[in-house]
């Protein structure tokens, strides 16, 4: 009888322990994932580049980074480690993207040819998928790399 009643408390308090999960990564609205809420979803970005903010309201990691016509997936190390840590940071070409918590930071490199640059971001949260893209004119003149 003992070891019954025993085994009841221990189930009790494992079940407990188990649906007690406080992370707000867990929180889940209407059955899915809370939204990402990424703002700009656009950006125009002049020839001499720069840096450029965009700020986010939830957990997520990069998924996928787009320059030109070629995307580029991260992988799953990186976006689990973004998505547990609140950091990341990947040059590509001529954009880097560093991700400091619920803020992504876009550093564009000068765009020393005539020719329009285009950029696009994936993140990703669950079965939320938020997207963001952008353009960078081209200089009026061509000008040589200082």
Same mark, same amino acid.
């Given at each position: 009888?003992?070891?019954?009643?025993?085994?009841?408390?221990?189930?009790?308090?494992?079940?407990?322990?188990?649906?007690?999960?406080?992370?707000?990564?867990?929180?889940?609205?209407?059955?899915g994932w809370p939204e990402l809420e990424l703002t700009p979803k /656009? *950006?125009? $970005?002049?020839?001499?580049?720069?840096?450029?903010? +965009?700020?986010?309201?939830?957990?997520? @990691?990069?998924? &996928?980074?787009?320059?030109?016509?070629?995307?580029?997936?991260?992988?799953?190390?990186?976006?689990?480690?973004?998505?547990?840590?609140?950091?990341?940071?990947?040059?590509?070409? /001529? *954009?880097? $993207?560093?991700?400091?918590?619920?803020?992504?930071? +876009?550093?564009?490199?000068?765009?020393? @040819?005539?020719? &329009?640059?285009?950029?696009?971001?994936?993140?990703?949260?669950?079965?939320r998928d938020e997207y963001m893209r952008g353009e960078q004119k081209?200089?009026?003149?061509?000008?040589?790399?200082?």
């Open positions: 009888m003992n070891k019954f009643f025993i085994f009841i408390l221990i189930s009790v308090l494992v079940i407990t322990m188990v649906s007690a999960n406080t992370d707000p990564r867990d929180e889940v609205i209407d059955g /656009w *950006l125009s $970005v002049d020839a001499n580049g720069g840096e450029y903010v +965009l700020t986010t309201r939830s957990f997520w @990691s990069v998924d &996928k980074i787009t320059i030109n016509d070629t995307t580029y997936s991260t992988s799953w190390e990186e976006r689990r480690r973004s998505f547990d840590t609140g950091k990341f940071s990947k040059k590509i070409k /001529w *954009l880097k $993207v560093t991700k400091d918590s619920n803020r992504i930071i +876009l550093n564009v490199d000068t765009n020393y @040819s005539h020719k &329009k640059r285009t950029f696009g971001l994936r993140i990703n949260e669950g079965n081209g200089a009026k003149y061509r000008q040589a790399p200082r």
